[in-house]
T-cell receptor, first 111, second 114 residues
Framework: DAKTTQPTSMDCAEGRAANLPCNHS???????VYWYRQIHSQGPQYIIH???NNETNEMASLIITEDRKSSTLILPHATLRDTAVYYC????????????FGKGTKLSVIP | EAGVTQFPSHSVIEKGQTVTLRCDPI?????LYWYRRVMGKEIKFLLH????????ESGMPNNRFLAERTGGTYSTLKVQPAELEDSGVYFC????????????FGNGTRLTVT
C-alpha cells in the first residue's frame, strides 16, 4: 500500500467546513483512497472512498487531484461530534482488508 | 441493522492468564477481520476470515494468539498465556464483499494485562 501523509492536528470552527488534506504521492493506479475516522473510545468508522473521481455521500465529500497524488476530505458543516482522528488510507480495491491506519489527523471542532 | 458487537468491552487479567475475546459480525457478512492497537502504536491488522476459513493470518504476532470462527458466524480470539505487551484495544470488523465493501468496526475490547 502507498504511504500517506497527513497533518498531525487541525482545528475547525463549528458549522464551518473542515478540509482535511492527505498526500499520497506514490499511489499506484489501482489503489483507492479510503477515509476512516475514530471517535474517542469507538471503533474506526468508514467515511468514504474513491479512485479517480470526486465522491460525495451523506457524511462527506472526497476531492482527488487529477494526478491522484493528493486528496482532501471535506466535512461541509462540522459539528462537535465530528471531533475525531481521521485516517487517510491508500489500498487496493480488491483485497483491501489490510488497512494501514497510520497516525491520522486529530480534528478538533471548536464551539 | 445491528452493528459489529464485541464482548467484553474491557478485560483486566494477570500475566500468564488466558483471555478470550468474542466478536459478532453484522448478520450476513462473510468477511471478518481482527485488528489491534497496542499502547502508543497504530492500529494493525491481525487476520481475516472468509466464513469459517482463515484467509490471511499474516498479522498474528505469535502462537499465543488463536482465532476461530466455527460455523462462520461469530469469532473468538484467545490469548494464552497473556503477556504485558498484549495490552491494547482489539477491534473486530466485518464486510459483505471483500475489497469492495467498507469494513464495519466494532467498538473494541480493551485488554489490560498486569
Amino acid at each position: 500500500d502507498a504511504k500517506t501523509t497527513q497533518p498531525t492536528s487541525m482545528d475547525c470552527a463549528e458549522g464551518r467546513a473542515a478540509n482535511l488534506p492527505c498526500n499520497h504521492s506514490t499511489i499506484s493506479g489501482n489503489e483507492y483512497v479510503y477515509w476512516y475516522r475514530q471517535i474517542h473510545s469507538q471503533g474506526p468508522q468508514y467515511i468514504i472512498h474513491g479512485l479517480k473521481n470526486n465522491e460525495t455521500n451523506e457524511m462527506a465529500s472526497l476531492i482527488i487531484t487529477e494526478d491522484r497524488k493528493s486528496s482532501t476530505l471535506i466535512l461541509p458543516h462540522a459539528t462537535l461530534r465530528d471531533t475525531a482522528v481521521y485516517y487517510c488510507i491508500a489500498a487496493l480495491g480488491a483485497g483491501s482488508y489490510q488497512l494501514t491506519f497510520g497516525k491520522g489527523t486529530k480534528l478538533s471542532v471548536i464551539p | 441493522e445491528a452493528g459489529v458487537t464485541q464482548f467484553p468491552s474491557h478485560s483486566v487479567i494477570e500475566k500468564g492468564q488466558t483471555v478470550t475475546l468474542r466478536c459478532d459480525p453484522i448478520s450476513g457478512h462473510d468477511n471478518l477481520y481482527w485488528y489491534r492497537r497496542v499502547m502508543g502504536k497504530e492500529i494493525k491488522f491481525l487476520l481475516h476470515f472468509v466464513k469459517e476459513s482463515k484467509q490471511d493470518e499474516s498479522g498474528m504476532p505469535n502462537n499465543r494468539f488463536l482465532a476461530e470462527r466455527t460455523g462462520g458466524t461469530y469469532s473468538t480470539l484467545k490469548v494464552q498465556p497473556a503477556e504485558l505487551e498484549d495490552s491494547g484495544v482489539y477491534f473486530c470488523a466485518s464486510s459483505s464483499r471483500m475489497g469492495i465493501s467498507p469494513l464495519h468496526f466494532g467498538n473494541g475490547t480493551r485488554l489490560t494485562v498486569t
